[in-house]
């Protein structure tokens, strides 16, 4: 079986992150998105939250899997008995610190190969950081995150929903 690994902390999932599910699920056969413990970062969503919104996306795609993991990525691919992690690349600057990250994965773990896909041309600028940002500042995120996202981040930060807006 031809399976893949996309990890990421997907807080919020985005149609950037979408894009990537979609396209790596129509090369390979199965696809894990595996929601990561970051320690460093604050998240918006639990981690429980962040595997069900991505459940909710991804609903229409039969080879996709979401779950949760903790440690090192390598470790966590062999154990799904995939060989290829997913990285999703917007700019030159992402190459850099996903280059770095693949070189030491392949050190961890030689059998492990990592594949790089470019995120299409309309969602390049999109980072989930962004999106918050944005939202928080009052601004309009209906065509970076899917609706379901949207609100549950304006609940999440104590925003009014759109629908009260007028």
Known sequence: MNKAVYPGSFDPV???????IERAAAVFDEVNVAVVVNPSKNPLFSLSERVELIRMCTQHLPNVTVSQFE???????E???ARVIIKGLRAIS?????FQMALMNRKQNPRIETLFMMTSGKYSYLSSSLVK?????GGCVRDLVPPIVEKRMRRSLGLPSEDSEA
Do not use: A, P
């Open 14 to 20: 985005t149609y950037g992150h979408l894009d990537i």
């Open 133 to 137: 940002e944005v939202l928080r500042l």
């Open 71 to 77: 440690g090192l990525l390598v470790n966590y691919v």
């Open 79 to 81: 154990r799904q008995g």
């Open 94 to 98: 992402d190459f850099e610190y996903e």
